[in-house]
Each structure stands twice: as structure tokens, then as C-alpha cells.
């Protein structure tokens, strides 16, 4: 499984670990990934999605996670996350059709 948001796509970055004496080591700043589960209102459904914490703070501050993705460029998204957007898409059509 890759160190790497979901939707974000923010994953490990690298640099130096430098100690007192100023000697510099290479070292690997991880992401903090945890699972989630968050609602899709529009699919009715949850989906579980391995994501980074700050990735979390801007979908709870957009309004949920359709709120996110709609208002989300395609380019700033992973490929997994424009498949969920597309599927989002998708079902408000169709639930604005048969209304």
C-alpha cells in the first residue's frame, strides 16, 4: 500500500535531518494517512478511503465530501478520486432527472 492521500495525492517528501553540530542526514517526512469512511450524500453510500489529516480539515471545511470533489479541479485530484466525482456526478443527474 503507497504512503499517499487519495484524493490529495499528497505523499512522502524527503530532506535533511540536521542534529546540534549541524551535520546533515538524509531523512523522509511521511504523511499522516488515516482510514476514513465519510458519506457521500449524493451516492447515499460511505466510502472508505485512506487520506491524509489535512486532507480531512478541507473536506470538513468545504461541506462534506461531494461539496469537495465538485468544487475540486480534476487536475488537483487523484485518479480515484475523479472515478468517486464522476459516480457523484452521475447519481445527482439522475436523482435531479426523476425529480
Do not use: W
Amino acid at each position: 500500500m503507497s504512503r499517499r492521500c487519495s484524493i490529495s495525492g499528497k505523499g512522502v517528501m524527503s530532506g535533511n535531518h540536521v542534529s546540534h553540530a549541524h551535520n546533515k542526514t538524509r531523512r523522509r517526512f511521511l504523511p499522516n494517512l488515516q482510514g476514513f469512511s465519510l458519506l457521500s450524500e449524493a451516492l447515499d453510500a460511505p466510502i472508505k478511503l485512506r487520506l491524509a489529516t489535512s486532507t480531512v480539515r478541507s473536506i470538513e471545511k468545504r461541506g462534506g465530501l461531494d461539496a469537495y470533489l465538485l468544487s475540486a479541479k480534476d487536475t488537483e485530484l487523484t485518479d480515484e478520486a475523479v472515478k468517486i466525482k464522476r459516480r457523484i456526478k452521475k447519481a445527482q443527474a439522475k436523482a435531479a432527472a426523476a425529480a
